[in-house]
């Protein structure tokens, strides 16, 4: 196991990027501390690798200020940041072996000969290629040019690793493979990782902590338990996985609970801290079936109009009597028998799995 490296906290406080009289980001504000793993997480062209590289110094922001360990570098050039980055495309240089790769940057720091043989060995270990260090690039296959790809980025010790959608190119088997990769590498390092992904389950899979960006504006940011079942809105809600949506009429609030009607039907959920919304949101994975209305919890009547086995979990597609459709995910081996198409059901969830858009 390597020494942990030094990890530093970023700050960004109100970093705006336009580009021209576009603005790709607007108002950014976001910590990320001492060794955390951030992942920036949002749809196509909503600023994530925009703010990737501001954060690296290759684009300079058009307005607002970035600390390292609370030194101001928002004007301190990419080679001075001291971070290490790691691209979809590998990058690596095939004229040179994977150990002359992942020897190139500490070459450029000067480091001795001796320093620079031991650290490579290390590294080539690490991303468990050992036997592998004399071959080109061509050679390897794209997980393991993935791989040397890590190892040059993290030899010099950055203090911060920035990981734009890395695995984009792999299979979903390999992707797995180095999405647990980079986990044990993030644990062993102890580095500040920074990743970006558009792909929601490697966001909520690998970080402590998730960003998500949408038109160039950070709508949430917070842990990925957090961000998936407490949005703060009706876009981080429906971006991070089905959701259903229920829109309400008469909302009160009365001591615990706040109460409201969706079609003609009372429903409860336990009052959220802080929201005045007016829409009930619930994950398909609450939502349970069963053949009569529950005395706990909520329950609607509705339909069941589809049916798809999935292995370890089914989906159910339902409609209320009003029209509205809804999704239920059941895990296969608890799902009652007797239903299908066609059945009148009943679909529950309890108060406190209700959530206020
Ligand atoms: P993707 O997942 O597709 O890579 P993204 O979230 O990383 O998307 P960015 O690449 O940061 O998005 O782009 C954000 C917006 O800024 C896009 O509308 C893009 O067209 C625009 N943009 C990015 N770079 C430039 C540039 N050099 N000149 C003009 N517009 C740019």
Same mark, same amino acid.
């Given at each position: 196991?390597?020494?942990?490296?030094?990890?530093?906290?970023?700050?960004?406080?109100?970093?705006?990027?336009?580009?021209?009289?576009?603005?790709?980001?607007?108002?950014?504000?976001?910590?990320?501390?001492?060794?955390?793993?951030?992942?920036?997480?949002?749809?196509?062209?909503?600023?994530?690798?925009?703010?990737?590289?501001?954060?690296?110094?290759?684009?300079?922001?058009?307005?607002?200020?970035?600390?390292?360990?609370?030194?101001?570098?928002?004007?301190?050039?990419?080679?001075?940041?001291?971070?290490?980055?790691?691209?979809?495309?590998?990058?690596?240089?095939?004229?040179?072996?994977?150990?002359?790769?992942?020897?190139?940057?500490?070459?450029?720091?000067?480091?001795?000969?001796?320093?620079?043989?031991?650290?490579?060995?290390?590294?080539?270990?690490?991303?468990?290629?050992?036997?592998?260090?004399?071959?080109?690039?061509?050679?390897?296959?794209?997980?393991?040019?993935?791989?040397?790809?890590?190892?040059?980025?993290?030899?010099?010790?950055?203090?911060?690793?920035?990981?734009?959608?890395?695995?984009?190119?792999?299979?979903?088997?390999?992707?797995?493979?180095?999405?647990?990769?980079?986990?044990?590498?993030?644990?062993?390092?102890?580095? $500040?990782?920074?990743?970006? @992904?558009?792909?929601?389950?490697?966001? &909520?899979? =690998? /970080?402590?902590?998730? *960003?998500?960006?949408? +038109?160039?504006?950070?709508?949430?940011?917070?842990?990925?338990?957090?961000?998936?079942?407490?949005?703060?809105?009706?876009?981080?809600?429906?971006?991070?996985?089905?959701?259903?949506?229920?829109?309400?009429?008469?909302?009160?609030?009365?001591?615990?609970?706040?109460?409201?009607?969706?079609?003609?039907?009372?429903?409860?959920?336990?009052?959220?801290?802080?929201?005045?919304?007016?829409?009930?949101?619930?994950?398909?994975?609450?939502?349970?079936?069963?053949?009569?209305?529950?005395?706990?919890?909520?329950?609607?009547?509705?339909?069941?109009?589809?049916?798809?086995?999935?292995?370890?979990? $089914?989906?159910?597609?339902? @409609?209320?009597?009003?029209?509205?459709? &809804?999704? =239920? /995910?059941?895990?296969? *081996?608890?799902?009652? +028998?007797?239903?299908?198409?066609?059945?009148?059901?009943?679909?529950?969830?309890?108060?406190?799995?209700?959530?206020?858009?």
């Amino acid at each position: 196991m390597l020494a942990k490296t030094r990890a530093a906290e970023i700050d960004a406080q109100n970093v705006g990027k336009d580009f021209g009289s576009f603005t790709a980001l607007d108002d950014i504000s976001l910590t990320v501390g001492c060794g955390e793993f951030l992942t920036l997480l949002g749809p196509s062209g909503s600023g994530k690798t925009t703010f990737l590289m501001v954060l690296a110094g290759f684009e300079a922001a058009t307005r607002g200020r970035m600390t390292l360990d609370g030194r101001d570098v928002t004007h301190v050039p990419p080679e001075d940041r001291g971070f290490g980055m790691v691209f979809q495309g590998y990058a690596l240089f095939p004229h040179m072996s994977v150990a002359q790769n992942i020897a190139f940057p500490l070459k450029v720091q000067r480091r001795s000969a001796s320093d620079t043989k031991r650290r490579v060995a290390e590294m080539i270990e690490m991303v468990g290629l050992g036997g592998h260090g004399q071959k080109r690039p061509s050679a390897l296959s794209g997980g393991q040019q993935q791989r040397v790809a890590l190892a040059r980025a993290l030899a010099c010790e950055p203090s911060v690793l920035l990981l734009d959608e890395p695995f984009s190119a792999l299979d979903k088997n390999l992707r797995n493979q180095m999405q647990d990769e980079v986990r044990r590498l993030h644990q062993e390092t102890g580095t $500040t990782f920074i990743f970006v @992904t558009h792909d929601q389950s490697e966001a &909520l899979a =690998l /970080s402590n902590k998730v *960003a998500i960006f949408e +038109q160039g504006k950070l709508q949430q940011i917070g842990t990925p338990r957090d961000v998936y079942e407490q949005p703060q809105n009706r876009f981080v809600a429906e971006f991070l996985g089905d959701i259903n949506i229920l829109p309400m009429s008469d909302v009160k609030s009365h001591g615990r609970f706040t109460e409201g009607l969706f079609e003609d039907q009372a429903l409860r959920i336990v009052r959220p801290a802080q929201s005045s919304g007016q829409t009930l949101a619930v994950r398909p994975e609450y939502m349970h079936l069963t053949n009569k209305q529950q005395s706990n919890g909520n329950s609607i009547a509705a339909t069941i109009t589809g049916l798809t086995y999935l292995g370890a979990e $089914t989906r159910l597609d339902l @409609t209320t009597r009003g029209g509205t459709h &809804l999704i =239920l /995910s059941q895990v296969t *081996a608890d799902l009652p +028998q007797g239903f299908g198409p066609g059945s009148e059901v009943w679909a529950g969830w309890p108060e406190d799995k209700g959530i206020l858009l």
